[in-house]
């Protein structure tokens, strides 16, 4: 049903909508108020195997450095699961990317193996061009937003949020501390540091634990829908949030969504997956600039992304059925 | 109309099993006399508990003897338990390999190698701790191990990602995990040291100064003195039940805060 109604529910709808029902929350279903001016343009083929050197072109205003690379990355589960096939990824410094595909296509497996949390059954994966045992030191620190908040149940919501710095061996330090207050601020918790995980609401549980994937002030932050449990209004102001600190601390972000208008709104490029095997299909870049802010999310440019993504995704989710079928 | 007493949870937990005791030992009290029963076959709860004020003293030493040997057997557990499970959780070889001999440990009958370490050990009161640190000792260790290892592999993918020392996974992650088991292996064990005490006593048969509960018991038998068995069974059925809700209190006191186990249902 998710994705269904992502693609079908807006204004565009699609010619086509999809078959594909999975499990899957439907989220920031965001009405486009203004019906897209612009033809369409073309989209690019989909791409089975891309070439990471394709996705180069478009990224020229970002440095050239690449933070990750993922390349010919299978992952195969013990029960016989194909999660992912010849992923390959090349994500640059300072770039905003995010992924974007039907629930089950592999992305979270993805983002756990450029997290370096899951071996890769095949390929390889790169950090800062090399290989995982440098990853952490000074410079190339990671972050990571699970889809479930995933908060250690018996400390309250500061210890929580302190947890990166405590393991890293610099909570003691007087910075930590205005580190931490910043990063509750942030996703508006100051007042709630001395409650348990459980008496928080859903989406104050994922706020904390957005703000104890930030309170490290990471190199590369990689997300995992971490929104989808929110409210519109927390949800917007959150997103702005990212981008605004994306820009100020040269931050590289990978964001795993289910919305098509988040990925539009946030990212420079949408890397749209398939499901079964899962792999990468389409990487579409999102040509605008930053700031970007409400007056973006009402623009007929974002209308035409949103519509392209849209039908990207559409294609993906096709690809899956006939592979299935 | 509610009664308020009656819709207060808290004190329908409590009155509820009391009224059950008192009403069957009223039933057992009134079968007894109506039926005249003899007191060598079975007492009614006043000649116990007339037994119970009479012999206050030996049974009161008896039960000291008694304790003695069931908290030191608890403490023993508990610190090899708790040992034994953080050695279990260092390494999977280290567990395959010793964890069987734990299971072993569990499933011999103490019945049968009490009289041998009662021969072994000079002192009846360690060889009857020994006896009842076998018997207590396996819900600690497999309780222990079992929460060390449930770990939210999420949290534990993340600590990995900081790279954070083994001490500090288990420190900050597994032995906080580990509290609501450990706490539940607590709880059978508190109850199975008692046993464990009393078992290994009625073999070795202990008696003069060192006597426990359960010689006085079997002592009592012997005797015809059937209330002051009885209520040497009261006392030893008391302690039990004060162990378990000394345990759950002291459960309560560490969860209450997060853990669903401790939780007040709120409405
Ligand atoms: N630990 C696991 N063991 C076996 N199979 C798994 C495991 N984790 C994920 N899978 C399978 O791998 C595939 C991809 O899962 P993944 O969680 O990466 O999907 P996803 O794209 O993140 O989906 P969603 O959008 O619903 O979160 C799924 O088919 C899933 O069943
Ligand atoms: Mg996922």
């Given amino acids: ?325 | 109309m509610k009664l308020p007493l009656i819709s207060n949870e808290r004190f329908v937990q409590i009155a509820a099993p009391i009224a059950v005791g008192l009403l069957f030992l009223v039933a057992w009290e009134v079968t007894v006399v109506a039926m005249e029963m003899p007191r060598y076959l079975l007492p009614g709860p006043s000649a116990i508990f007339q037994s119970l004020v009479n012999d206050w003293n030996t049974l009161f030493r008896g039960l000291l003897m008694t304790l003695k040997v069931t908290l030191m057997a608890f403490g023993i557990a508990l610190v090899l338990g708790v040992a034994a499970s953080l050695l279990f959780v260092q390494s999977k070889w280290i567990e395959v390999s010793l964890f069987p001999y734990a299971v072993l440990m569990q499933v011999t009958p103490i019945v049968a190698i009490a009289p041998l370490i009662i021969i072994w050990v000079d002192d009846t009161t360690w060889a009857l701790t020994i006896c009842a640190v076998i018997i207590a000792i396996f819900p600690i260790i497999s309780n222990t191990t079992l929460g060390l290892r449930s770990v939210d592999p999420n949290l534990l993918s993340m600590f990995r990602m900081y790279r954070s020392s083994r001490w500090q996974e288990l420190t900050r992650l597994r032995i906080p995990s580990a509290l609501p088991y450990f706490f539940g292996g607590l709880r059978i064990s508190s109850g199975l040291a008692l046993i464990g005490a009393v078992v290994a006593e009625f073999v070795a048969g202990t008696g003069g100064a060192r006597a426990g509960l359960a010689y006085l018991i079997l002592q009592s038998g012997y005797n015809l003195q059937i209330p002051r068995m009885f209520a040497a069974l009261a006392l030893i059925t008391l302690t039990g039940i004060a162990l378990f809700a000394l345990m759950v209190w002291l459960s309560d006191l560490a969860l209450r805060n997060w853990h669903e186990s401790a939780l007040r249902v709120e409405h």
């Fill in chain 1, 1 to 325: 049903m998710a994705f269904a109604a992502v693609c079908g529910n807006d204004r565009f709808s699609l010619n086509q909508p999809t078959a594909y029902s999975g499990p899957g929350t439907v989220s920031g279903d965001r009405t486009v108020t203004q019906p897209p001016a612009t033809p369409l343009k073309q989209v690019h083929p989909a791409r089975p195997s891309p070439d990471a050197a394709v996705t180069d072109g478009r990224t020229e205003t970002m440095g050239s450095r690449p933070v990750v690379q993922v390349s010919g990355v299978d992952k195969v589960y013990a029960n016989g699961t194909v999660a992912l096939q010849g992923a390959d990824l090349t994500v640059k410094q300072g770039e905003f990317v995010s992924l974007l595909g039907p629930s089950g296509c592999g992305k979270s497996t993805l983002l756990r193996i450029i997290a370096g949390m899951g071996e890769a059954t095949r390929g390889t994966v790169k950090w800062w061009e090399q290989d995982y045992k440098v990853v952490g030191d000074k410079g190339r620190k990671l972050a990571f937003v699970f889809q479930n908040a995933t908060l250690m149940p018996w400390a309250r919501v500061r210890k929580n949020v302190r947890l990166p710095l405590d393991l890293e061996g610099t909570a003691k330090r007087p910075e930590s501390q205005q580190k931490i207050d910043e990063a509750l601020e942030m996703v508006g918790l100051q007042g709630f540091e001395t409650a348990f995980p459980r008496e928080l609401s859903g989406g104050m549980q994922m706020r904390a634990s957005i703000a104890r994937a930030m309170v490290t002030e990471p190199n590369l932050l990689l997300m995992d829908e971490p929104f989808g449990a929110l409210d519109e209004m927390t949800r917007n102001k959150l997103n702005d949030d990212v981008l605004r600190l994306w820009q100020a601390k040269d931050w590289t972000v990978v964001f795993v969504t289910h919305s098509v208008y988040e990925a539009v709104y946030l990212s420079n490029r949408v890397v749209v997956m398939a499901a079964r095997p899962g792999r990468i299909v389409e990487d579409v870049a999102i040509d605008q600039p930053y700031p970007r802010s409400s007056d973006f999310r009402v623009s007929t440019e974002f209308a035409g992304y949103c519509r392209r993504v849209s039908q990207a995704l559409e294609r993906a989710s096709q690809m899956g059925e006939e592979v299935a079928s």
